[in-house]
């Protein structure tokens, strides 16, 4: 049984990644005191991940976001035990984290029909309640949608990563020669010839102060969480968001959103990076991007330009720097092989990882199990020669 009520959600355009639900457990029947009849316990109530689902979806299908599930059967001279309330599922998108009003953590949906119980039916009437039911847990949840993909996209507004991921996917972003193009998060996928799909995400462009609330892009930087690998976007020109803010070199522009992914979360900065330096097709790219390389190898020597609150803490080391054009396509092939051969390196080295880590399990086991000591019960072979 599913009935509606209010609720709050966040969105961009017609893009949703927060809802706030309120959801009960059903009560439980009422129990038979003469024959010790027991009532049937409420149904629960629980989310649910489909791949094909989104929180719109959700919020356009049920409007009201009150999820209430079924109550147990009373118990009757036919059926003494009474049967169990029909559970209420709510369906969600893949990458949702759960969290109680408080804001504690339920759960988290990480794959198709991965389900977690937010609220737990009532006991049906039996002797130690008196043949009285009991109420269903009511609880108020907090569905946030984290954007799984391999590759996410990070840069300043109008680096060019929408017209990038248009290159190297089927997605079809909107593109516009102004800041702010990418309005929502996009994804799309890398297909290869072999048939291998890598998934990339493109989220709208940060600037700086994107960690303390300025711009859109630090409400998608959660999006970046859950991510593989990051791929950062750079303008070989620079950046300047309008005529009233600073101007940026290529330089600059890493070493801001550098920080900005540090002041955010600095486990954003341990996650393996790619560096596409872009619209390289313009006049005096190639110098440009000279310059660019030389600092990005000793970045050290040039980071006195910033004020001591601008500088991270630790530079990212990129492991592949591609030049290339999203409007000509210089480039692009070798940025997909680049993408794809990081991606597999780092599979290779945690599978490495994680077999070592289970050899280890076994030798340790095997060693405690030899060196358990004996039992007081135990005859040893000295003892045996003396019988």
């Given at each position: 049984m599913v009935r509606c009520s209010c609720v709050r959600f966040r969105k961009y355009g017609n893009f949703i990644d927060n809802l706030r639900l309120f959801t009960r457990g059903g009560s439980g029947g009422m129990g038979y005191p003469r024959l010790g009849g027991e009532g049937g316990r409420g149904g629960d109530v629980w989310v649910v991940a489909h791949?094909?689902?989104?929180?719109?979806?959700?919020?356009?299908?049920?409007?009201?976001?009150r999820f209430v599930a079924g109550e147990g059967a009373n118990s009757r001279v036919s059926a003494l035990k009474g049967s169990k309330g029909k559970d209420c599922e709510i369906p969600v998108p893949v990458g949702i984290s759960v969290t109680d009003e408080n804001g504690k953590i339920i759960g988290e949906l990480n794959k198709e029909q991965d389900r977690i119980l937010v609220a737990e039916g009532g006991l049906g009437g039996k002797f130690f309640t008196n043949f009285?039911?009991?109420?269903g847990?009511?609880?108020?949840?907090?569905?946030?949608?984290?954007?799984?993909?391999?590759?996410?996209?990070?840069?300043?507004?109008n680096a060019g990563k929408s017209s990038l991921l248009?290159?190297?996917?089927?997605?079809?972003?909107?593109?516009?020669?102004?800041?702010?193009?990418?309005?929502?998060?996009?994804l799309g996928k890398i297909m290869y010839k072999d048939f291998?799909?890598?998934?990339?995400?493109?989220?709208?462009?940060?600037?700086?102060?994107?960690?303390?609330?300025?711009?859109?892009?630090?409400?998608?930087?959660?999006h970046i969480e859950r991510t593989k690998q990051l791929l950062f976007v750079v303008d070989v020109s620079g950046f300047q968001l309008s005529s009233q803010t600073q101007y940026r070199t290529a330089f600059e522009?890493?070493?801001?959103?550098?920080?900005?992914l540090e002041l955010y979360n600095e486990e954003l900065q341990t996650k393996p990076a790619l560096l596409a330096i872009n619209k390289m097709d313009l006049p005096d790219a190639q110098n440009k991007f000279h310059v660019l390389m030389n600092q990005l190898q000793n970045p050290k020597d040039f980071l006195h330009v910033f004020g001591k609150n601008m500088v991270p803490e630790r530079t990212v080391e990129f492991e592949h720097i591609i030049p290339i054009s999203a409007i000509t396509g210089e480039g692009i092939d070798e940025l997909k092989n680049?993408?794809?051969?990081?991606?597999?390196?780092?599979?290779?080295?945690?599978?490495?990882?994680?077999?070592?880590?289970?050899?280890?399990?076994?030798?340790?086991s095997n060693t405690i199990s030899y060196s358990e000591p004996l039992s007081k019960n135990a005859v040893t072979g000295s003892r045996m020669e003396k019988i």
């Open positions: 791949k094909k689902m989104t929180l719109k979806q959700l919020k356009d299908k049920y409007p009201q976001k009285l039911p009991l109420k847990q009511r609880r108020v949840i907090h569905l946030d949608l984290k954007l799984i993909a391999d590759i996410g996209l990070v840069g300043f507004p248009s290159k190297i996917s089927h997605a079809k972003p909107a593109i516009a020669d102004y800041a702010f193009t990418t309005l929502k998060p996009e291998k799909q890598i998934s990339v995400a493109d989220l709208p462009g940060l600037i700086e102060g994107a960690h303390v609330n300025k711009g859109m892009g630090h409400k998608f930087l959660k522009t890493i070493i801001l959103l550098t920080k900005e680049c993408i794809r051969k990081s991606l597999d390196e780092h599979a290779d080295q945690e599978n490495d990882a994680y077999h070592k880590k289970q050899l280890l399990n076994l030798q340790v």
